[in-house]
């Protein structure tokens, strides 16, 4: 049946997605780095929380899933940015977070 093979494509599809973005810090990441690119300190003051241990692993895996891009503009300067693929990722993960807004009410779960 070609619905049921589409359907567990999708299902497939959206397992990964979610795996994608499902470690805690990443959409914390994705989002200080949506309105323009940042350096590793400036990340880390404008996330709460996240210890620089963290946020460079974090960092680490965006970037080895081609959804930030590092770039050096001195020696030890470098600059996180989002790439096509993270920044159109972003648009759905605020879409994802409107969706919760609506349906869970903003609670935490």
């Excluded at 309105?35 to 970037?63: C, D, H, M, W, Y």
């Excluded at 349906?103 to 779960?109: D, E, F, P, S």
Aim: proline letters at 4%.
């Amino acid at each position: 049946m070609e619905v049921a093979k589409n359907s567990r494509d999708d299902a497939e599809i959206a397992r990964q997605v979610v795996a994608l973005c499902a470690r805690r810090w990443r959409p914390h990441v994705m989002f200080a780095l949506e309105s323009q690119p940042r350096r590793f300190n400036e990340l880390g003051r404008a996330i709460e929380g996240v210890s620089a241990k963290v946020l460079a692993q974090t960092l680490r895996g965006l970037e080895r899933d081609e959804l930030t891009r590092r770039s050096n503009t001195r020696p030890g300067r470098a600059r996180y940015e989002l790439t096509p693929l993270g920044d159109s990722l972003v648009d759905q993960l605020r879409g994802l977070a409107a969706w919760g807004r609506r349906h869970l009410g903003g609670a935490r779960r």
